[in-house]
């Protein structure tokens, strides 16, 4: 009996060559290639006066110089906004190179090619930019207050306002028995990927066609904006993303301007060219994320059933906004969580700033809104003195209301509508895994220990498997082995082996004999990207479709070849058998051979390879009039709207009275993500969300001062968490498969990320007695809040 693959948690087919230090990364390829360094701003905000290139042009290996001046076409023009939407009605993004301005630390501004990456520094270091320097505008509030303008022509720093909800969440606070009101913040942070963004590309003068690596997200996009920029068709431009070490959203924005330069002056020069971000560069010309603060209004009844909910949010977008309103978009929507809420308003401002542009960064606006949200519950929990899991459970969304409307629109700009999953059985099982109602005498141990202890939890709903498609190829070979491609791009997620195990299941055969290529250009063409959990739902359905596809060849082939009827054919064990009768069988590689008009072989017992292009009986042609050659099969999957997962997380620390350290002593996430493709590899997209989770709520922050200068650009002074500040975590899954697609998948590459903050921050709220409502939170600040409400005379602990 074959065994099913879907489901099965079997080892990443990846990893062995990875852990063999095989892995082919960015910097890894091009050692022949000139390399760049970028001139970039030391101010915030400022004129460019002058450029002075004349000292470069002495150092030993210098190749070549740009500045703005120095485009052609359509490089002068500003990068597009990815994602445009109407309420943005002043989008303002980068030029390749600045032209006239600079409106953040790090902006580009000039670029050295030299024949190598020191050479090119050294050049750099010699460029002389004159600056006239401007008033920076640094934080929400001084964005807001638009005491200066981060765009002259956008006088109030406002790039977008934008007003969802249904019901009258006013009117119904007004009326509330209860009323809450209370300011939330969250800090900046950032994907830190352990490789920066890269690029190498090569201009091959006899075939006239571009070939680009990149350590992207998105491939084909990467490939549409260089041939677009470049004015080359797309036939002659190829982009291939090779391993990549993380990306974590950033990785999603495109083109990077570095993503253009690179293989423009790579075919400007006729030789290959290569980019590698260092750190410091990853802090200050990358994005970042996160940096919202967030006021709630909420009115309730005595069992704590929320009847209102009105929520604004100042979202600092820093200087450019490439990547439009997601994220705003995405708290504004996904802050509702498991909650049926009835009454219901969010408005946001997005605000320019002399930062650093914000753009998704894994969770994407969902830990915001988790914060906003769960830290509301706990306090409705505290005013009632009620159990927090209870006020959750009062008011979960019940299985049997599935699918659930909200009257918002999504990220999509599709309805915002859950698909599935069961609240009370999630909170049920994360109460046993944790042992919620055991957790007094945990405590009262911690206390004669002379440790404070405390719980918290927090749940989410994530909208994964955004559309609007991916698609899927899937080729026999006559070898055996089974092709596989999307277009998509692959950062560590374990595609290779999730995908081998879908086709695995519907083409019977063994999974060590799939192959799966992602990020490609040349093997899939037509690709949106990997971000927002979308791959499994997006690629994995329209792969499975794919192989269906090939499977129904297979079986019509095998039909006609055994003469009998396709309904009592199966696929297993490589073969197209007879239900019931085994070995009349025919091997999949045979039908692939058979499949293809010039057909070439390899007879083992003859050792030799043969090529006929007779069909084996020449009285049936091998191509029909209806078939197509070859046994392989592409398809497409495109969703009506996003599917829905989510978890829940519970967080235990431990609190040092005296010195207000922080520990976390248990971690346990219950998590629904409908069918699971490999249980193993969704654990581990589990523990890598919580890693940054943890990061985000105890150590992560972007310290900006008042001239808009990042202080803490570097690994020594922005901390992260190592493998000793994460906890162990116990996770359990509860499968709620999705009705939407046909695997019944629903994503995970989020989930671990979304709740960190809210359950931490529950946690130590619930171990010192003090309100907490702005994250990251170290000891130190603990430490002061802990001062100041002793003083206050609020803390029981
Ligand atoms: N999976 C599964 N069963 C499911 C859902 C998912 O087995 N029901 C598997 C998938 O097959 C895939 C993995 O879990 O191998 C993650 O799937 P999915 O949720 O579809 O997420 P994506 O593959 O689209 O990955 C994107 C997501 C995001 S948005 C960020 S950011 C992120 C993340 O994944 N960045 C990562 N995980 C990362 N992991 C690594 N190592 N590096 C990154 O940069």
Avoid at 97 to 105: F, I, Q, R, T
Avoid at 178 to 195: G, K
Avoid at 457 to 470: H, N, Q, R
């Amino acid at each position: 009996m074959t065994t099913r693959m879907v489901g099965a948690p079997v080892p990443r087919k990846e990893d062995p060559r990875l852990l063999r230090g095989e892995g082919r990364f960015l910097d890894d390829l091009g050692h022949d290639a000139y390399e760049v360094a970028m001139v970039r701003s030391p101010h915030a905000h400022a004129r460019i006066r002058d450029i002075d290139v004349s000292g470069a042009l002495d150092v030993d290996g210098l190749v070549a110089v740009i500045t703005y001046e120095d485009l052609p076409g359509r490089l002068r023009a500003p990068l597009p906004v990815l994602i445009p939407h109407p309420a943005l009605t002043a989008p303002r993004t980068q030029y390749v190179l600045a032209k006239d301005e600079v409106n953040h630390v790090g902006e580009a501004v000039a670029m050295v090619v030299a024949t190598d990456r020191y050479l090119a520094e050294d050049a750099a270091e010699r460029i002389v930019v004159e600056y006239e320097e401007l008033p920076a505008v640094v934080g929400h509030e001084v964005a807001k207050a638009a005491e200066h303008a981060v765009h002259e022509d956008i006088p109030d720093n406002v790039a977008a306002t934008l007003t969802q909800g249904f019901g009258d969440a006013p009117g119904r606070i007004e009326a509330a028995p209860h009323r809450l009101s209370f300011r939330l913040d969250i800090e900046r942070s950032a994907s830190m990927p352990m490789e920066g963004r890269g690029v190498w590309a090569r201009w091959d003068a006899d075939d006239q066609r571009l070939r680009m690596y990149s350590s992207t997200q998105t491939p084909t996009s990467v490939r549409a904006a260089v041939a677009t920029l470049l004015e080359l068709p797309f036939a002659q431009v190829e982009c291939i993303a090779p391993d990549i070490g993380g990306g974590f959203g950033v990785k999603i924005v495109h083109p990077w301007p570095e993503e253009v330069l690179v293989p423009f002056m790579a075919r400007e020069l006729g030789h290959e060219v290569k980019f590698t971000e260092d750190r410091y560069e990853h802090f200050v010309s990358a994005t970042h994320e996160r940096g919202q603060v967030q006021w709630i209004d909420v009115g309730f009844d005595d069992d704590g059933r929320i009847l209102g909910l009105d929520v604004r949010l100042l979202h600092d977008h820093g200087a450019y906004i490439p990547y439009g309103l997601i994220v705003p978009i995405v708290t504004s929507t996904q802050l509702l969580g498991p909650y049926r809420i009835t009454d219901y308003r969010v408005t946001f401002d997005s605000l320019y700033t002399n930062t650093t542009p914000v753009t998704p960064y894994r969770g994407a606006g969902r830990p915001q809104g988790c914060f906003a949200m769960e830290r509301t519950i706990d306090r409705i929990a505290a005013h009632l003195g009620k159990d927090r899991t209870e006020v959750r459970a009062r008011n979960f969304i019940q299985p049997d209301e599935m699918p659930y409307a909200f009257d918002l629109m999504f990220q999509d700009g599709r309805d915002y509508t859950y698909d599935s999953g069961d609240f009370p059985a999630s909170l049920a099982k994360l109460k046993a895994l944790v042992d919620w109602d055991g957790f007094a005498a945990r405590r009262a141990a911690a206390e004669a220990d002379g440790r404070l202890r405390g719980i918290g939890l927090a749940c989410y709903v994530e909208g994964t498997g955004v559309g609007p498609y991916e698609g899927g190829h899937v080729l026999v070979e006559p070898s055996g082995k089974v092709q596989v491609a999307t277009g998509l791009s692959t950062q560590g997620q374990g595609h290779q082996t999730a995908f081998a195990q879908v086709v695995a299941d519907e083409l019977g055969v063994d999974l060590q004999d799939v192959e799966v290529v992602t990020g490609d250009t040349r093997r899939f063409q037509y690709a949106v990207g990997t971000f927002a959990s979308r791959a499994a739902v997006m690629s994995g359905n329209a792969i499975h479709l794919a192989a269906r596809k090939v499977k129904e060849k297979a079986l019509k082939l095998a039909s006609e070849a055994l003469e009998v009827d396709e309904e009592d054919l199966e696929l297993a064990e490589g073969h197209v058998r007879v239900i019931g009768s085994p070995d009349t069988a025919i091997p999949l590689p045979l039908l692939a051979t058979m499949s293809n008009p010039l057909r070439y072989a390899f007879d083992e017992q003859a050792a030799q390879a043969t090529q006929f292009a007779t069909p084996a009986d020449p009285s049936k042609p091998p191509v029909g009039d209806d078939d197509e050659p070859g046994l392989e099969g592409t398809d497409y999957y495109s969703p009506v709207r996003s599917t829905f997962a989510n978890g829940m997380h519970a967080v235990e620390v431990e609190i040092d009275p005296d010195t207000s350290d922080i520990r976390i002593v248990r971690y346990a996430v219950v998590h629904d993500c409908g069918t699971l493709i490999n249980p193993t590899i969704v654990q581990g997209q589990v523990f890598g969300g919580v890693a940054q989770g943890v990061g985000g709520a105890l150590y992560e922050r972007m310290v900006y001062d008042e001239r808009g200068q990042l202080t803490n650009a570097s690994f020594m002074d922005f901390l992260i968490p190592y493998a000793t500040e994460v906890p162990a975590v116990d996770v359990d899954h509860l499968e709620t498969p999705s009705p939407l697609n046909p695997l019944g998948v629903k994503g995970a590459g989020e989930a671990g990320v979304i709740p960190g903050s809210a359950a931490i921050a529950a946690a130590i709220e619930d171990a010192t007695g003090v309100t907490i409502s702005a994250m990251p939170l170290g000891p130190s600040e603990l430490h002061a809040l802990r001062l100041e409400a002793t003083a206050a005379g609020e803390e029981g602990a």
